[in-house]
C-alpha cells in the first residue's frame, strides 16, 4: 500500500470555478504535510504546508485531518496559470524526535483550466 | 531559486553501462534526495542522505548506489544500467529532512538506455 493516495484525475474546470483535491496518507505517525505543484516537464516546487488549524493563501485552501489522515487542497476562482500536476507530500520521520525525515510523494492530480 | 544544479539534463546510455547522475548545491543544505518519477508512479525515492558519507536506501533503491564526499555534491550510480531506469530523476535538497521546511528540487535529468 502506498504511503500517499491521490486521486490521479485529471480535472478539466473553466476559469472561475472552484476545484477541491484529496489526499489519505497511510502512517498515522506521519508529522508534516505539503502540497507541491509541478508544470509539466518541470520540478515540483513547494505551493503550500498544510498545517493541523488548516491555512489559506489566497485562492487557495488546506487543510488535515489527522484523525482521518485525509488532507485537502481548494483552488477558488481557477486561472488558466493553475493548470499543473499538484502533489500531495507527507513527512514520516525516522523516529519520534528526530529530524531525519522522508518525503512520500503522491502520484499527483492533473489539473486543467480552461478558458 | 534555491541552488542546485543536476548534471546532465539528457542523456542516453547502452544497456549495461554504468551512469553517474550529479546533483551541486550551493545552499548548504544538510540534506540531499534522489527520486525518480515515471508515469503512474509518481516520484519515488532511491536514496537519501543526511549528511556527509551519510546515506540511506530508499523505497526503490535497488541497481542504484550513492556517494556523498562533500555536503554540496550528492553523486547517484547506475552501476549496470537497465531498460527500466529508463526515467528522469530529480535531486532535492532540504534544510531539516522536510519537516515543515521546503524541499528544493534540481531541474531533473532525463535518462532513455537503449
Known amino acids: 500500500r502506498k504511503e500517499v493516495e491521490q486521486d490521479p484525475g485529471p480535472f478539466n474546470v473553466p476559469e472561475g470555478a472552484t476545484v477541491a483535491f484529496n489526499c489519505t496518507y497511510s502512517n498515522s505517525a506521519s508529522q508534516s504535510f505539503f502540497w507541491y505543484r509541478q508544470d509539466c516537464r518541470k520540478e515540483p516546487k513547494l505551493l503550500m504546508s498544510?498545517?493541523?488549524s488548516g491555512n489559506e493563501d489566497g485562492r487557495f485552501t488546506a487543510q488535515l485531518n489527522r484523525a482521518s489522515q485525509y488532507i485537502s487542497l481548494l483552488i477558488r476562482d481557477s486561472k488558466l496559470s493553475d493548470s499543473a500536476t499538484y502533489l500531495c507530500v507527507v513527512n514520516l520521520l525516522a523516529d519520534r524526535g528526530s529530524t531525519l525525515g522522508r518525503l512520500y510523494f503522491g502520484r499527483g492530480t492533473q489539473l486543467t483550466v480552461w478558458p | 531559486d534555491a541552488g542546485i544544479t543536476q548534471s546532465p539534463r539528457h542523456k542516453v546510455t547502452e544497456t549495461g553501462t554504468p551512469v553517474t547522475l550529479r546533483c551541486h548545491q550551493t545552499?548548504?543544505?544538510?540534506?540531499m534526495y534522489w527520486y525518480r518519477q515515471d508515469p503512474g508512479h509518481g516520484l519515488r525515492l532511491i536514496h537519501y542522505s543526511y549528511g556527509v558519507k551519510d546515506t540511506d536506501k530508499g523505497e526503490v533503491s535497488d541497481g542504484y548506489s550513492v556517494s556523498r564526499s562533500k555536503t554540496e555534491d550528492f553523486l547517484l550510480t547506475l552501476e549496470s544500467a537497465t531498460s527500466s531506469q529508463t526515467s528522469v530523476y530529480f535531486c532535492a535538497i532540504s534544510d531539516l529532512g522536510g519537516w515543515y521546511t521546503e524541499a528544493f528540487f534540481g531541474q531533473g535529468t532525463r535518462l532513455t538506455v537503449v
Open positions: 545552499e548548504n543544505h544538510r540534506y
Open positions: 498544510v498545517y493541523s
